[in-house]
């Protein structure tokens, strides 16, 4: 099962996923990472890490259409399975989610349908989440369907608000338990594909 990422900016859930498929705790193969974001920290920690990259975005193709094709040309030519949305900021389009329908994973830092949709992203939702009064926060992983963090969840798991929590302190609280509830859930939906994958 091969394992593509998208990741907007430092790709923490990529780089999760990718230690635990090489120390053996899950069976797949992490082969390439695609960034919108030519400086990302992602992109040059995947080049380093040996995957394959592509910097696709839309100053390359302004055509979303384009960019789309572009993405799924890139993502068939490396032999992608399973997609892995690691803090990805941009709209998967149609062709990408047709040819991938069930195996695109997104990790949300809320406690979804709260705080989710158009322009809720990165500390915008974890500032949402603190003007809201929640006492309660997490993160959660969904299948990718059209509707941005509309898809079925597959994982979720909270965190407290606490009294005079900021920005960084509920962030770093909600993003220290991302990497393992992905783990999770990719685990489990690996596991769910394998009979239909297994060699004749
Ligand atoms: N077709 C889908 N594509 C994506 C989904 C999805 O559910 N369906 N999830 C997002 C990830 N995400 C929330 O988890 C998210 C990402 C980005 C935005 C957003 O409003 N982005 C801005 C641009 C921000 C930027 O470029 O920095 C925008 O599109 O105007 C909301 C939610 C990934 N793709
Ligand atoms: N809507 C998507 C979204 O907001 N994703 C969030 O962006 C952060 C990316 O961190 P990273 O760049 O260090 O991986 C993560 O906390 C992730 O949940």
Same mark, same amino acid.
């Given at each position: +099962?091969?394992?593509?990422?998208?990741?907007?900016?430092?790709?923490?859930?990529?780089?999760?996923?990718?230690?635990?498929?090489?120390?053996?705790?899950?069976?797949?193969?992490?082969?390439?990472?695609?960034?919108?974001?030519?400086?990302?920290?992602?992109?040059?920690?995947?080049? %380093?890490?040996?995957?394959?990259?592509?910097?696709?975005?839309?100053?390359? =193709?302004?055509?979303?259409?384009?960019? %789309?094709?572009? @993405?799924?040309?890139?993502?068939?030519?490396?032999?992608?399975?399973?997609?892995?949305?690691?803090? =990805?900021? $941009?709209?998967?389009?149609?062709?990408?989610?047709?040819?991938?329908?069930?195996?695109? *994973?997104?990790?949300?830092?809320?406690?979804?349908?709260?705080?989710?949709?158009?322009?809720? =992203?990165?500390?915008?939702?974890?500032?949402?989440?603190?003007?809201?009064? %929640?006492?309660?926060?997490?993160?959660?992983?969904? *299948?990718?369907?059209?509707? @941005?963090?509309?898809?079925? $969840?597959?994982?979720?798991?909270?965190?407290?608000?606490?009294?005079?929590?900021? *920005?960084?302190?509920?962030?770093?609280?909600?993003?220290? @338990?991302?990497?393992?509830? +992905?783990? $999770?859930?990719?685990?489990?939906?690996?596991?769910?594909?394998?009979? @239909?994958?297994?060699?004749?």
């Amino acid at each position: +099962m091969n394992l593509a990422f998208l990741a907007s900016h430092g790709g923490s859930a990529a780089r999760h996923l990718t230690g635990a498929c090489r120390a053996g705790e899950l069976d797949a193969v992490p082969v390439a990472l695609i960034s919108n974001n030519s400086r990302s920290p992602a992109l040059a920690w995947a080049r %380093d890490a040996g995957l394959r990259t592509a910097h696709l975005s839309g100053a390359k =193709y302004p055509d979303p259409e384009a960019l %789309d094709a572009a @993405i799924l040309n890139f993502l068939q030519d490396v032999g992608a399975d399973l997609l892995i949305l690691s803090g =990805y900021m $941009r709209e998967l389009g149609p062709q990408v989610l047709d040819a991938f329908a069930g195996r695109v *994973l997104n990790i949300h830092p809320s406690l979804l349908p709260r705080h989710g949709g158009r322009g809720m =992203y990165g500390d915008r939702v974890h500032l949402a989440v603190l003007e809201a009064g %929640d006492s309660a926060s997490g993160a959660t992983v969904h *299948l990718v369907t059209s509707g @941005i963090d509309e898809g079925p $969840r597959l994982a979720q798991q909270e965190v407290p608000v606490r009294p005079g929590d900021t *920005l960084e302190t509920l962030k770093a609280r909600v993003q220290a @338990i991302e990497g393992e509830l +992905m783990l $999770r859930a990719v685990r489990e939906l690996v596991a769910e594909l394998r009979p @239909i994958d297994a060699p004749p």
